[in-house]
């Protein structure tokens, strides 16, 4: 193929110079052109274009068609590479207007003596905020990027979201013309110094473009340098799906936020780096901005496009530095520059952030010590798989107060709802919450009545039964099979009367409540006293599974014990996740094998409550609720379970 065609120089060519063309060219990878009614199955399943791979089609979606009155044809190489005249040099085909005019350009120059690229990589810098290579984040003199700018006939400028001074790039809000939906678009500008380290960063994009996790958006299309309809000044773009909310410097406006809320938005991060390091992926979580929240507080990487030259240790660092943030309000910076417009932390006279302690005393020990190791240096944790593991054991140790900064979306405000998923479209209308509330308080109120029904009943039959019973009354005689006498000759033998379900009584009251795990490996044991809590509103929830029990483990449970043996007649589980199939079984005592455990009862959530009577002839200390499938949401499978009761028999 066509040097000039892949974007690359012949070889023995001088920089900048470029073969001859029959056409503009523009190198790109793009998911988006997908049907809008199958865009997720198709992006998931068709490889991206590697523009080395050969030219687009005729009649690709982004061809810019030559000038009809000459053909198109690139000038003489200019020593030390071509300008556009706005300060962004062009490596890669250049489209060029008949008679020698450079489309997005003023003119040509050669670069003035020490402008010269001298390649390679440079040195890795102290880790933190750097200043870009390019000064300030500019666009070209031929105009300014503005909300209503379109990038490649297709996106839509809506609103500048961020800006990331260490990567020469700017977060936009953008309308996808072409599906009609939001969509999530990083911009990398500067001059020509920063053409390679741009060219780094989009290579990074497209590799990254088939790594799939909940909590770091998808690259859609990746727009690469050389692209004819690219604003002045724009060296390419990356496009992501959209993610509602707001950034982590929003987040932290009104004040530091909790241990357990700061745990709760890192953790998913955290996994998402550990997942995207195991693929040989850098993520590039070391921005504030780059980072969102979702109304849900749902915490997500939005705008996944790393810097050419960033490491997987700059992720790891990330991670403590978004913690400390949330715990802080202040960026651990080295340099003391500092990102959206956040307040430095005081520094050390080696130029570290001063442990998190000095500024807030109160935190635990073991989180405090989690962040000074993420961010040290010179030996401290170095493996986002430690970080993960670290913070989820924080979190399973001490009591998620579910408490969260409020969030708004668009001026409206959200309540938000600890346990929750994230989804694309997640985010519920306040209307869809107070219909939610209002249906668990009937729901509430229904069990409460049934309950004081069954009491008053209960009474009612034992008063009947003593003014009936006379002076003589007492509780009856029983005789053991094995003495009664034998029925006279003659005398037809009495039928055994039939078994009779327990009459419902008020709730057990319970001792205890903990997850039951044969394999030794508890989802969520900090959050099962949500279970049993006595309000709806709360839920203990297992961890998100890739496939249905049994593949990964037999099941998993709630082993209640009660604070004295007690008859059950049935068992009340309140659920938002409706296919859950359970098996109610009695155990001697809360550890033992699941195999010494006895079934009596089963059910399935179809509803938000599910009562699953109980065939249990002898009271009990210990009840297992055991789950044996999950909910299914979208292509993982998880439970939620936000209230367990426990009725009585006689």
Do not use: C
């Not at 003119?107 to 300030?136: F, T």
């Not at 990331?164 to 939906?181: F, G, N």
């Amino acid at each position: 193929m066509d040097d000039a065609m892949a974007g690359r120089r012949a070889p023995g060519a001088p920089r900048g110079a470029v073969a001859e063309s029959s056409g503009p060219v523009e190198s790109r990878t793009d998911h988006a052109d997908d049907d809008v009614e199958a865009t997720a199955a198709v992006d998931a399943e068709d490889p991206l274009v590697d523009p080395a791979d050969g030219p687009e089609e005729p009649g690709a979606d982004h061809d810019a068609p030559p000038a009809e009155d000459a053909p198109t044809t690139a000038v003489p190489p200019v020593e030390g590479g071509a300008d556009t005249g706005s300060g962004s040099r062009i490596d890669g085909p250049t489209t060029f207007l008949p008679g020698g005019t450079r489309r997005g350009g003023t003119g040509s120059r050669s670069p003035r003596r020490g402008e010269r690229d001298g390649g390679g990589r440079r040195p890795a810098a102290p880790w933190g905020p750097r200043a870009p290579a390019s000064g300030p984040i500019a666009v070209g003199r031929d105009g300014a990027i503005v909300p209503g700018t379109v990038i490649v006939d297709r996106y839509r400028l809506v609103a500048e979201v961020g800006r990331d001074r260490s990567a020469d790039a700017v977060l936009w809000k953008a309308r996808d013309t072409t599906l009609e939906r939001d969509v999530a678009i990083t911009l990398l500008v500067g001059g020509w110094q920063a053409d390679v380290r741009a060219a780094q960063a989009l290579s990074r994009a497209t590799r990254s473009a088939h790594f799939s996790h909940r909590h770091a958006a998808r690259v859609l299309d990746v727009v690469q340098p050389g692209s004819s309809r690219l604003p002045a000044g724009v060296l390419g773009a990356a496009v992501a799906e959209w993610t509602p909310g707001r950034d982590l410097a929003e987040l932290v406006a009104g004040g530091p936020l909790s241990p357990s809320a700061a745990l709760r938005v890192v953790e998913p991060l955290a996994q998402a780096v550990a997942d995207a390091h195991r693929a040989g992926l850098v993520l590039g979580i070391d921005h504030p901005q780059r980072v969102r929240v979702t109304a849900r507080a749902n915490a997500r990487l939005a705008f996944p496009m790393p810097r050419g030259d960033a490491e997987v240790d700059d992720d790891v660092r990330g991670l403590g530095a978004t913690l400390y943030l949330l715990l802080t309000g202040r960026w651990p910076s080295t340099d003391g520059t500092t990102p959206a417009g956040l307040k430095a932390a005081a520094r050390t006279a080696s130029g570290a952030p001063v442990p998190i302690r000095d500024l807030r005393p109160g935190l635990p020990v073991g989180l405090a010590a989690l962040v000074d190791r993420t961010l040290d240096a010179t030996g401290g944790i170095r493996t986002a798989a430690a970080v993960h593991g670290l913070v989820r054991q924080l979190r399973e140790g001490a009591e998620d107060d579910g408490v969260l900064l409020p969030l708004t979306e668009d001026g409206v405000q959200f309540e938000d709802e600890p346990g929750t998923v994230w989804h694309p479209d997640d985010d519920e209308t306040p209307e869809q919450h107070d219909a939610a509330t209002r249906r668990k308080l009937r729901i509430g109120v229904t069990l409460l009545v049934v309950a004081v029904l069954a009491i008053v009943a209960f009474v009612a039959f034992q008063a009947v039964s003593l003014v009936g019973g006379g002076p003589s009354s007492g509780p009856p005689l029983v005789i053991p099979t094995s003495a009664a006498p034998a029925p006279a000759s003659g005398q037809a033998a009495a039928p055994a009367a039939p078994a009779v379900p327990a009459a419902p009584t008020g709730p057990v009251q319970l001792a205890s409540i903990a997850v039951y795990d044969p394999s030794g490996d508890p989802d969520n044991p900090g959050r099962v006293g949500r279970a049993a809590d006595n309000d709806p509103s709360s839920s203990w929830s297992t961890s998100d599974y890739d496939q249905q029990f049994p593949a990964l483990k037999p099941g998993i449970g709630l082993m209640t014990t009660f604070r004295a043996p007690s008859k059950v007649s049935q068992v009340v589980v309140r659920s938002p996740s409706p296919g859950t199939t359970i098996e109610i079984r009695s155990a001697a005592a809360p550890d033992v094998p699941l195999a010494q455990t006895q079934v009596v009862g089963t059910g399935t959530v179809s509803g938000d409550t599910t009562t699953i009577p109980v065939q249990l002839a002898a009271p009990t200390s210990n009840l297992l609720v055991w789950i044996t499938a999950l909910g299914q949401s979208d292509d993982q499978y998880q439970s939620q379970i936000a209230e367990v009761t426990v009725i009585g028999g006689s």
